[in-house]
Structure formats: C-alpha cells, structure tokens
Nanobody, 131 residues
Framework: QLQVVESGGGLVQPGGSLKLSCAAA????????IGWFRQAPGKEREGVSC????????YYADSVKDRFTISRDNAKNTVYLQMYNLRPEDTAVYYC????????????????????????WGQGTQVTVST
C-alpha cells in the first residue's frame, strides 16, 4: 500500500521549534514532489512549503519564510519540515502530500497551490503553539 505518514507534532511554546517528518511506504520519495500543508479550525488549507523532486527547488509561504525549512533524506525515504520561532498562528493540523513518482509540476509554488492534485496524503499531525 502506497502511503505517507506524518509525525513530530506536539505542543510547543511561542518561539519554540518542532521538526515534522513525512515517511513514505511503498514508493521512493526522491522521485516525488512533496508538499507540507496545514489547516487551522475554520480556515482553508494552506500550502506551507513544497519541494520539486527534479532539482530540489523549494517554495515557502510568506507566513513561514525564514522560519521553516523543508528537506529530504533519501536514505531514510523521509521529508522533513523544520519549524523555528513558532507562533500561535502556526497552530494547525499539518499534512504531508506526495505525488506519484516521476510526476512533473510547473513550479514548486504550483505544488503548494490550491488546485494542484497530490496523489498521496497523510493523516495529519497536530501542532499547537501556546503558553
């Protein structure tokens, strides 16, 4: 069964850090576009950061730029989202999405857009930033 599974969420104080992981089962992530999305209660889903498998080009939403970093460890078949200087407004369920291996997107930004279709979605991991 092809799937991705997120982990690493939790409760953190403002200014703190968390590292989310997205592990793939059944396929190789190094040939797949990957995106991290989040959805807070009452809000639309937001593309946070995405990475193009062909050249590693990345995209970050303005709200997380310079605070979040997306990376991949091909040996572990895992993609990470390192989050620094977390704010209460970062509180959301974070989802990992992956494309079928070899799928080509126009840009890394497009991967994070609302109309792009990713084939595989994880179940989500809760991130809560609060005192």
């Amino acid at each position: 069964q092809l799937q991705v599974v997120e982990s690493g969420g939790g409760l953190v104080q403002p200014g703190g850090s968390l590292k989310l992981s997205c592990a793939a089962a059944g396929f190789k992530l190094d040939l797949s576009n990957i995106g991290w999305f989040r959805q807070a209660p009452g809000k639309e889903r937001e593309g946070v950061s995405c990475i193009d498998w062909r050249d590693g080009t990345t995209y970050y939403a303005d709200s997380v730029k310079d605070r979040f970093t997306i990376s991949r460890d091909n040996a572990k078949n895992t993609v990470y989202l390192q989050m620094y200087n977390l704010r209460p407004e970062d509180t959301a369920v974070y989802y990992c999405a992956a494309d079928a291996p070899g799928k080509i997107a126009s840009t890394a930004k497009a991967l994070c857009g609302p109309i792009y279709v990713h084939e595989y979605w994880g179940q989500g991991t809760q991130v809560t930033v609060s005192t």
